[in-house]
């Protein structure tokens, strides 16, 4: 390897330090590694972590190996500087070679470079729309804690218990499993007679299913887009919003109240908009490295 160094055929004596030796320090824009507001620069290590590994210093070599630690702080390197004499070119590496073509385009979908779409949401711009379905999803959510059940029920399910009223208690024969279809004698029964019921039956069935559990609609997510419409949020940042309004900022007293609950909604949904990723945003290389 010296050799070769030293003849000028291939590498340098940096490459060489770095092989035989240890890597040494590490910069991101000419400072050490950054901490994040946890006062981390990776999680593994302990918050203002004042040991020189922590800060980015490498005290590993390439020829018995690096740690994790280390080999995610070359590729902040290798990200920052793309191309540099660390001897590990991260930017050829085979993980980055897929995802970081994947781009944010202004609907905010994640496409690649052939435009192909791999998550999308409709971008509808009616706010009355919105606060429309919002209502709809808090409405059921309401009922369904009412009901304080979670009990799966369905056409077919209405149809066994009225099967199971007429007959009455089942013996223990009609409860072995069938090892060739997995399935008791009773629910293989009860199977056969629902696909035997015309349709005028069936639709009876899913009319009384209709009439006690209502259609669960949509999340207002996967109808309208976040990235452009105030007021697009989860369910369970909503059900927070209408918490901490009801149980908290409610019960104050009037000249502590300065906001009324569309503000505190809209203030909330603002800063719910500002989280999302902006279009152009190289997430497939942020996220392969």
Not at 228 to 253: C, T
Request: hydrophobic share 30%.
């Amino acid at each position: 390897m010296r050799l070769m160094v030293d003849s000028g055929a291939k590498g340098s004596k940096v490459n060489m330090n770095q092989m035989a030796s240890l890597f040494g320090p590490t910069a991101l824009d000419g400072k050490r590694m950054p901490l994040s507001l946890a006062g981390k620069s990776l999680p593994s290590f302990l918050p203002y972590d004042m040991n020189p590994r922590a800060g980015g210093y490498i005290s590993t070599r390439f020829m018995t190996g690096i740690d994790p630690q280390s080999y995610f702080f070359l590729c902040i390197v290798g990200r920052d500087f793309e191309y540099g004499e660390d001897g590990l070119d991260v930017t050829k590496a085979p993980f980055l070679k897929s995802p970081k073509i994947l781009d944010v385009v202004v609907d905010n979908c994640v496409r690649q470079l052939h435009d192909s779409q791999l998550q999308a949401a409709q971008d509808k711009l009616n706010n009355a729309n919105i606060s429309k379905h919002r209502k709809k999803v808090r409405k059921y959510l309401k009922k369904q804690r009412k009901l304080g059940t979670r009990r799966r029920c369905s056409a077919f399910t209405i149809f066994c218990e009225d099967q199971e009223n007429c007959t009455g208690q089942h013996d223990a024969k009609a409860s072995t499993i069938n090892s060739d279809t997995g399935r008791s004698r009773r629910a293989q029964t009860l199977l056969n007679k629902w696909n035997e019921l015309d349709q005028d039956s069936k639709l009876e069935y899913e009319n009384r299913y209709r009439a006690v559990v209502p259609v669960r609609p949509d999340p207002v997510l996967s109808r309208y887009c976040g990235h452009s419409n105030v007021g697009v949020m989860s369910e369970v940042l909503d059900d927070f919003v209408e918490s901490y309004y009801n149980q908290q900022y409610a019960k104050r007293d009037a000249h502590h109240k300065k906001y009324d609950r569309q503000t505190i909604e809209t203030t909330v949904a603002i800063k719910a908009r500002s989280a999302h990723v902006d279009p152009g945003e190289a997430v497939g290389a942020i996220c392969a490295q």
